[in-house]
């Protein structure tokens, strides 16, 4: 069985399979082959979607549809709307993930023999419920059974051969720095005690030389990547980092790119000592952080069994020799990770434990519709399925529609006995004929935790067409899955 | 002209004819700029000095070094600033000159320009600029010769890899120590570049121009320059190549872009809605149009009238009636019995004819009432009509594509004229009579005495029963009874003349019923031609009506299509444009990436071969380049002599990376120098190397007039040429 699994970060989403020994280990970019590492980024136009470095390309020469959805890791727990589609659609980091998903899934399986399944990585810290919309949304959108596996469990799939112990572990992720104390145990993982300094995330490090660069280039009246959202500046970064993490041995030669603006050449050139010198500055407290960490959960460094540092070749060399020292461990103990770790882990993990089953067995929350008062006086909620009913549940209504106002017909099902500001919206249509129509609507909540409506109308008894469904969070619309299969399919 | 330059310069003028040919747009434009800029500075001879201050040198002493050398002489505010100071020519030009700024721009002085200067660039912040890709890129494309001022910290990581980078770039440094024992700067430059040479004391307390410059031999100069050209070629082949792969990878993507942008317009126009509308407005006006022709059937099948056209008939009273008198034979033999006196005595036949006035009226009350019922129903068929433009106009927004050209339709009138034309063609025409007969006195009194006589002749006969069979007295009683008779007959009589008025009334009423049903037959016939006429013309207003608004959608239907056609064509059109220029575009790029890495495998051949004749020189005792000094190449200090083994370990380093360098290139290609011209062979190339380390009264092939006009540009040499060390 081969698996494929993606680990979502703020700047870059990274792959792995596993399994199958005729396919690659990563996925690689099917905008920029020679990359492998595609960045977390979609544009969506009225054209549809790109991602990676398509949409750096596109958000490059954005049309004013144009709309730029980058993933926020820390908008995926709180469902924050990180971008609006110009079809008024709130793309959230949930969204994000399973469009990534899907898209280099489906790049995959062009090229590989069977699909594999799949698999997400998700941080430790990524609730039940929201594992359980991810689950739900991501099989919904491709149809194909999903696995989700924690960032801890993944990265102890394969450390796992060291055996069992406490473990410290620092990964040098793209929106922060964790620091985290791993207690493997007979093949189970549990966090400890976890750090996070936000300020030492790659994608800080980024705003700064991006920041720099700018004002340098500014100085000479020139503009130099503004946003960053480019295809020149991500290139530029993956070439520093893939310079930067070249063995100091073979004694890399540094980079040049041309840099041209206004119809003048100049010339970039990548000063990896001065670069390197900056990162041994800027991480130097990560071994302070450490000791913090074990110093509150009362552990000795002497008694860790490993310390892993999850980061760049370049980043990793000089965390794990900073935090090494300062700690005392043993070079023996020091293992360095790249950052794809997670993926290749996620989908080892993947491949042991078998796709996952998300359900639920009753409802979270009760679910109603917005009719007439019976005095006749203003709205109430009528609950179809009330809080804590046993799922699949089951609730059917009618509604009178005016098909000389309009042709499509929206329902709206709103939560019942909970905080949540959630509703489900679901358009049928188009009626045909005139006047008005009673439709019948029937509502299924099933184990999936996945809300059906459907509509049938009562001239014909023919059932209309569901064309769009969505949730909506505050009165926004998520892009849902029949949303994403769209833009999937662009 | 130097070989070396003749050759770079050759090389230079191939690669600006590779871009000249391949390459488009800005990135042309760029790439040309600055190949005429080398190649400018080839020719004239000209060098681009970069001053690196190390540690221990003040602000003093730098605007010191650079007195002279600008237009306006450096402050030591602008020296002892941040960034880059450049003194020259710079593209591009900043707007900003400022001490804050991370580049300053000061004009090159004429006499700086005289001496063979192109431009001095001033590392201000030595870190800063050795940290920073772009100013660190700028220092890689416009050195030529590096002067060192100062003393530096072997330690420090950053200056050593920014120096080793200059080092690959330009071979020659000049090191300016400051103090008289020189620091570890010296045995920095010593394993870094291949050529070194330490300025003389006195130029401490000198300007560049006066103190350093002059110590700097013309030959060492045309050496610096054409390794710097060479160098700087290099590096431009390689931004060259760069920028194609970029470009290549941004016309693969707009290609892909074109495609999906014209997908998302076809998404966007919503044309493929068209039919689906058109045909739901269809489906709406066909429902309205076969309600409007079942009331109609329904109409049709009641009459347009709306009460029963028998009460028409049934107005003709009695005193409508003309009595038409037909004379009898007995009135004809004697008209005397016309008379007065003798009227009521005889009896009259009369024919009975409908008064035609009456009969007219009949028909006004006939056309009346079409007239107020086609009101009525026109008005009804109008009010349906603006119903259905009420509908189509507030279901607008459920078809935008004909929601304009549906809001301004003009809906038909029901010409009530042509209903006019139709009621005036009815005609009624009535041929309905009776007869009536009023009887005479005479005849009434002969049916009493018939009566009598009845009842005579009954009695007569009773009575002749009994005689036969009985008393015959019963007979004469009998008898007797006939004058009673008489009397019946006479009562009888009386009787007649008293119900005779309402006898003649009844048969008159009788009459007039049989006269009704003959005109409502007459009614019957035009009415019911011009009830066909009206329904006929109803049906034409409900049909253009329909005919109105399917003209309307057909229309948008043609005009959407047609515009969707022209848009197609357009498109089509542009589409084969832009196609033609991407793959033109396509084309070249494809072409120079496979021309630049030959131009760069030829170029890197070509450094190769100049590093293998400049070791070969070097190890000769003594040559007329120049290049190397008339004494043996020992250090003159002490300090020099006694080198230390980090300085061994850096030339090591230094060496086992140009190894490594060499190693990574590919196999040895023909050169591509000139990539019109016919390939060299590696025995040609060899001949030509040879050719060009002999002496300088050989002549070179490569060199043109132009360079050799470049060439012969007096050079300032002071007549005591002083002692310098060169390393190689």
């Known amino acids: ?490 | 002209m130097e070989p070396t330059i003749g050759l770079v310069l050759t090389q230079a003028k191939a690669l600006r004819q590779l871009c000249s040919d391949n390459a488009h747009g800005a990135a042309r434009d760029a790439f040309l700029a600055r190949l005429d800029d080398d190649i400018e500075a080839l020719y004239s001879g000209t060098l681009g000095v970069t001053v690196v201050p190390l540690a221990g040198v003040d602000s003093q002493t730098l605007s010191r070094l650079l007195s002279g050398l600008a237009t306006v002489e450096p402050t030591s505010e602008l020296v002892d600033s941040s960034g880059l100071l450049t003194i020259g020519y710079h593209r591009p030009s900043p707007a900003a000159t400022g001490a804050r700024s991370a580049t300053r721009v000061l004009p090159l002085a004429s006499d700086a320009a005289r001496a063979g200067l192109r431009g001095v660039n001033l590392a201000v912040s030595v870190h800063e600029v050795f940290s920073s890709p772009l100013l660190f890129g700028r220092l890689i494309q416009e050195t030529d010769l590096l002067v060192l001022v100062g003393s530096a910290a072997k330690e420090d990581e950053v200056l050593l890899a920014g120096l080793a980078r200059l080092a690959e770039q330009c071979r020659f440094a000049i090191h300016l120590a400051l103090t008289e024992t020189p620091g570890s700067a010296e045995t920095l430059v010593k394993g870094l570049f291949r050529d070194w040479q330490a300025a003389p004391a006195e130029a401490t307390t000198k300007s560049l121009l006066e103190g350093v410059w002059p110590t700097v031999t013309p030959e060492k100069r045309r050496e610096a320059l054409g390794h710097g050209g060479l160098a700087r070629l290099g590096l431009h082949a390689d931004l060259l190549a760069k920028q194609v792969q970029s470009e290549l990878a941004d016309l693969k993507f707009r290609q892909a872009e074109f495609t999906r942008f014209r997908r998302g317009e076809d998404v966007a126009d919503g044309s493929a809605d068209l039919r689906e509308q058109a045909d739901a407005l269809k489906a709406s006006i066909d429902q309205w149009l076969g309600g409007r022709k079942d009331a109609l059937a329904l109409t049709a099948a009641d009459g347009i009238l709306p009460f029963d056209p028998r009460l028409l008939a049934n107005r003709l009273e009695v005193h409508d009636l003309i009595h038409r008198e037909e004379k009898s034979a007995a009135v004809i033999k004697y008209p005397i019995l016309n008379a007065r006196f003798f009227h009521p005595l005889v009896s009259h036949a009369f024919t009975l004819l409908p008064d035609p006035a009456a009969i007219s009226q009949i028909q006004t009350r006939l056309v009346s009432a079409l007239e107020s019922q086609v009101r009525s129903d026109s008005d009804s068929l109008s009010q349906h009509a603006g119903e259905l433009a009420d509908s189509m106009r507030r279901t607008g927004e459920l078809y935008p594509l004909f929601a304009g050209a549906l809001s301004s339709v003009r809906l038909p009138l029901l010409l009530k004229d042509k209903v006019a034309r139709t009621l005036e063609g009815v005609e009624l025409e009535v041929e309905a009579e009776d007869r009536f007969v009023q009887e005479g006195f005479f005849k009434r009194l002969m049916e009493g005495r018939m009566v009598a006589s009845m009842a005579f002749s009954f009695i007569t006969m009773s009575a002749g029963i009994f005689v036969l069979f009985g008393d015959p007295s019963i007979k004469r009683g009998l008898m007797k009874f006939s004058g009673v008779i008489v009397i019946m007959m006479v009562l009888y009589f009386i009787f007649t003349l008293m119900i005779a008025g309402e006898e003649e009334k009844k048969e008159l009423e009788e009459k007039l019923e049989k006269i009704r049903g003959q005109i409502h037959q007459a009614v019957m016939r035009p009415l019911a031609k011009a009830e066909q006429a009206i329904m006929k013309i109803y049906q034409e207003f409900i049909q253009e009506v329909k005919d109105t608004y399917l003209t309307v959608i057909e229309g948008v239907t043609k005009v959407k299509v047609a515009e969707k056609a022209r848009i197609a064509e357009t498109r089509k059109r542009e589409d084969e444009l832009q196609k033609a220029f991407l793959q033109r575009r396509q084309q070249s790029s494809v072409a120079l990436t496979q021309k630049v890495p030959q131009f760069i495998t030829g170029l890197d051949k070509t450094r190769t071969e100049l590093d293998k004749q400049a070791a070969g020189t070097a190890a000769a005792p003594a040559t007329s380049t120049g290049l190397r000094p008339a004494t043996p190449a020992t250090p003159a200090t002490p300090a020099a002599a006694a080198a230390p083994s980090a300085a061994s370990a850096a030339v090591a380093a230094a060496q086992e990376r140009l190894a490594a360098l060499r190693a990574a290139k590919p196999p040895t290609e023909p050169s591509a120098a000139a990539p019109n011209a016919k390939p060299m062979t590696v025995a040609e190339r060899l001949a030509a190397l040879k050719a060009r380390s002999a002496p300088p009264a050989t002549p070179v092939p490569t060199v043109t007039a132009e360079a050799a006009v470049a060439a012969t540009t007096p050079a300032v040499t002071p007549a005591s040429q002083p002692t310098s060390e060169v390393k190689s």
């Not at chain 1, 081969?2 to 396919?23: K, T």
């Open chain 1, 1 to 490: 069985m081969s698996v494929f699994a993606i680990h979502v970060g703020n700047l870059h989403v990274r792959s792995a399979f596993h399994g199958s020994p005729d396919l690659p280990t990563v996925a690689e970019d099917s905008g920029e082959p020679q990359r492998f590492l595609a960045p977390s980024i979609v544009t969506i136009d009225s054209g549809g979607a790109q991602f990676g470095y398509s949409a750096l390309m596109c958000a490059e020469a954005a049309r004013p549809d144009t709309t730029v959805w980058r993933y926020r890791r820390a908008g995926l727990a709180a469902r924050e709307v990180g971008a609006v589609d110009w079809n008024g659609r709130g793309l959230s980091a949930e969204a994000f993930t399973a469009y990534a998903l899907g898209k280099l899934d489906s790049d995959a399986r062009i090229w590989a023999p069977i699909p594999p399944d799949m698999a997400l990585v998700v941080p430790d810290e990524t609730t039940p419920a929201t594992r359980l919309r991810l689950a739900s949304l991501v099989v919904e959108t491709t149809g194909r059974p999903l696995t989700i596996v924690a960032e801890s469990d993944a990265l102890m799939r394969l450390v796992e051969p060291t055996g069992d112990g406490d473990f410290l572990v620092v990964s040098i992720d793209d929106d922060a720095t964790r620091v985290r104390l791993l207690r493997q145990s007979g093949g189970s993982c549990t966090v400890l005690a976890g750090e996070v300094a936000p300020d030492l995330g790659l994608e800080a490090l980024r705003l700064e030389w991006l920041q720099r660069w700018n004002a340098e280039a500014a100085s000479s009246s020139l503009s130099a990547f503004g946003t960053g959202d480019n295809y020149e500046f991500e290139g530029i970064w993956q070439d520093v980092w893939d310079c930067l993490n070249d063995d100091p041995r073979a004694k890399p030669k540094m980079p040049t790119w041309p840099l041209l603006r206004r119809s003048t050449l100049n010339a970039l050139t990548v000063p990896r000592t001065a670069l390197l010198a900056e990162l041994n500055q800027r991480w130097r407290n990560t071994a302070a952080l450490a000791d913090r960490l074990l110093t509150a959960s009362g552990k000795a460094a002497n008694g860790l069994a490993g310390l892993i540092v999850v980061a760049d070749r370049a980043l990793a060399r000089i965390v794990a020799g900073a935090v090494g020292s300062a700690l005392a461990i043993a070079e023996g103990k020091r293992l360095q990770l790249s950052a794809d770790a997670y993926a290749c882990g996620g989908a080892a993990q993947a491949a042991l434990a078998g796709a996952g089953r998300f359900e639920i067995s009753e409802a979270p929350h009760g679910v109603g519709v917005i009719g007439m008062a019976k005095d006749g006086s203003g709205t109430t909620v009528r609950a179809l399925i009330e809080k804590g009913a046993a799922l699949p549940a089951t609730a059917a209504f009618s509604v009178m529609a005016n098909r000389d106002a309009q042709r499509m017909l929206v329902l709206t099902l709103e939560t019942v006995g909970s905080d949540s500001a959630l509703s489900y919206r679901f358009q049928f249509g188009p009626m045909l004929g005139v006047g008005m129509l009673r439709v019948n609507m029937h509502v299924q909540w099933g184990r999936a935790n996945r809300i059906v409506v459907t509509a049938t109308d009562s001239e014909s008894g023919l059932e209309l067409k569901c064309v769009d469904a969505v949730e909506l969070v505050a009165g926004k619309a998520l892009a849902g899955a029949s949303h994403l299969k769209t833009l999937l399919g662009s």
